[in-house]
């Protein structure tokens, strides 16, 4: 395997990309991208969690109008994607069960939530939540978000990049599956608006200050904190599954709040 986790795919990938099936009629298909094939060390574990009947009805329903596949084979126009050329629109990489997008989008409306996982599950959960709450402004994107970043959105199109919570790959031989790395840091750079903020947080304590240093250390970004240091916890970042899991064991939660630069 490659240690390059944003490195182009292999012609042997580029073969099989089709072999992706639809988990649903309509629905999301299980390796969009042929991702499974890619030479490449991957940020998450592929999960099969049992999708509930209901998970399953939001994503025959709502799949064709609210999710996307990452694929990897063309641009995404978000302004056609969210009915609304002018939306701002942040990204958030591996949403869970889709709890506190759902609640940052009903606090938010005039903001687009491009939300990406692989975790079928979720996607189904965060579709239900969404057509419950009558939210507009979210759309599921299903597959890696290192390839949605890569190949489908434009140079600036973001108006923020939220990662909460991202697996925290623990055991020493697993850090280079970590996400907050320099390599996706400097791509993520490419794809924000100057101003965009990239919003941060972990349990994880060692993780967290993987992330500090690493974007502490990108001539990209500045952080928001005049110290240098963590961020308080903003209002607007409601408590996520996995962070509620974290404070029952006593965990710290540190939160990063970097600006893209504007020069
Ligand atoms: C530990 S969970 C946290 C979920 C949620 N943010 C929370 O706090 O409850 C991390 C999630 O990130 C997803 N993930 C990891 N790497 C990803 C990638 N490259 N693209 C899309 N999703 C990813 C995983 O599938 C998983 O659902």
């Not at 042929?34 to 574990?45: C, L, N, P, V, Y």
């Not at 641009?75 to 591996?94: A, H, K, Q, S, T």
């Not at 969404?130 to 434009?154: K, Y």
């Amino acid at each position: 395997m490659s240690e390059n986790s944003t490195a182009p795919r292999s012609a042997e990938a580029h073969d099989h990309r089709d072999r992706g099936a639809r988990l649903f009629p309509g629905g999301p298909s299980a390796d969009p991208a042929g991702s499974h094939h890619e030479r490449r060390i991957r940020s998450f574990r592929p999960r099969r969690g049992r999708v509930t009947p209901g998970q399953e009805q939001a994503l025959r329903r709502l799949w064709p109008q609210w999710g996307l596949d990452i694929d990897g084979l063309h641009r995404i126009d978000l302004g056609r994607l969210f009915g609304d050329p002018e939306m701002p629109v942040v990204l958030e990489i591996g949403f869970g069960m889709g709890e506190a997008t759902a609640q940052m989008a009903a606090a938010d409306p005039g903001t687009g939530i491009l939300a990406a996982d692989v975790h079928t599950p979720g996607q189904g959960n965060l579709l239900a939540l969404a057509e419950r709450n009558g939210l507009t402004n979210i759309r599921v994107a299903n597959g890696d978000a290192i390839i949605l970043l890569r190949e489908m959105l434009a140079p600036s199109s973001l108006a923020g990049l939220r990662v909460y919570f991202p697996d925290p790959w623990p055991k020493k031989r697993h850090h280079k599956r970590r996400l907050i790395q320099p390599e996706f840091v400097a791509l993520a750079a490419t794809r924000l608006r100057p101003g965009a903020l990239l919003h941060c947080a972990t349990d994880w304590e060692p993780y967290a200050e993987q992330m500090l240093e690493v974007l502490s250390a990108s001539p990209d970004f500045e952080n928001t904190q005049p110290d240098g240091g963590y961020a308080p916890r903003p209002d607007f970042r409601p408590l996520t599954k996995f962070e509620g899991q974290g404070l029952d064991k006593g965990h710290v939660v540190h939160d990063l709040l970097f600006r893209r630069r504007t020069d």
